[in-house]
C-alpha cells in the first residue's frame, strides 16, 4: 500500500518550495473527483499559503517580528496540508493513482537489499615472497569489495578466521606460516549484510 508523504520539514522544503507545493496540493484537490469532501481542507490550505506568501514578501525588511510570525505562518500551514494527507491516506485506501492525483508525494519504497552471488573460481597459489599466498576469483556484479577470510588445517574448533578487506578481486595473503596448510574464501560486500561464501580452496604456504 502506497503512503502519502507528510515530511514538510525545512531539510525537505525551503519556504519557497513549501509555498509551491502547498498550492500544487490546493489546486489539484480543487474540484478533485476522488477526494470531493476535502473542498473545505482546499480553502483552508489556500488561506493558509496566503497568508504565508504576505509574510515571506515582507522578509526582505529584515524585521524580527515578521520572521516570527513568518516561522509561525509556516507550522500553519504544514499542519493544514499534513490534515489534508491524512485524509487523502485515509479515503485512497493507498491507491497510488488517487494518491499523485492530490498533488502529495508519496514515501519512497523501500529498495530490496540484494544478496550478491556467491564468488565463482577462487584460485589461490604460492606469492612470489615466501609466507604469502595469490588469491583471485571473478569479478561478482555489484559488489563494493571483498572480503577474504582463512584459517589454519586442521581447523580449531570453534573456528577463528582472519579477514581482510580488497577493493580489487584479487588479493596476497601476508604474514602466513611458512609450510602450513591454509583454507581460504572469498565472498562479495554489498549492501546486505549476509555473506555468500565461495567454495572452500585449501593451499600450503611455500
Not at 131 to 157: F, M, N
Not at 189 to 200: I, Q
Amino acid at each position: 500500500m502506497s503512503k502519502v508523504s507528510l515530511d514538510f520539514s525545512t531539510n525537505e522544503y525551503s519556504d519557497a518550495e513549501l509555498s509551491v507545493k502547498a498550492s500544487t496540493v490546493a489546486g489539484s484537490l480543487d474540484g478533485n473527483v476522488y477526494f470531493p469532501s476535502l473542498a473545505p481542507n482546499v480553502t483552508t490550505i489556500k488561506d493558509a499559503v496566503a497568508t504565508f506568501d504576505d509574510l515571506l514578501a515582507q522578509m526582505a525588511e529584515g524585521n524580527k517580528k515578521v520572521t516570527a510570525e513568518k516561522n509561525l505562518a509556516r507550522e500553519t500551514l504544514v499542519e493544514v496540508l499534513c490534515e489534508a494527507g491524512r485524509l487523502v491516506q485515509n479515503i485512497s485506501k493507498g491507491d497510488e493513482v488517487q494518491i499523485l492525483s492530490s498533488g502529495f508525494d508519496m514515501n519512497r519504497k523501500p529498495t530490496p537489499i540484494e544478496i550478491l552471488d556467491q564468488p565463482g573460481n577462487v584460485t589461490v597459489k604460492p606469492g612470489k615472497i615466501p609466507g604469502t599466498l595469490d588469491v583471485s576469483w571473478d569479478v561478482v556484479s555489484h559488489a563494493r569489495s571483498y572480503e577474504v577470510r582463512y584459517t589454519k588445517l586442521p581447523k580449531s574448533d570453534p573456528v577463528f578466521y582472519e579477514k581482510v578487506t580488497s577493493s580489487k578481486h584479487k588479493i596476497t595473503l601476508e604474514g602466513l606460516v611458512q609450510g602450513q596448510q591454509y583454507a581460504i574464501q572469498v565472498a562479495g560486500v554489498g549492501s546486505n549484510p549476509k555473506r555468500v561464501w565461495s567454495f572452500e580452496i585449501s593451499s600450503f604456504v611455500m
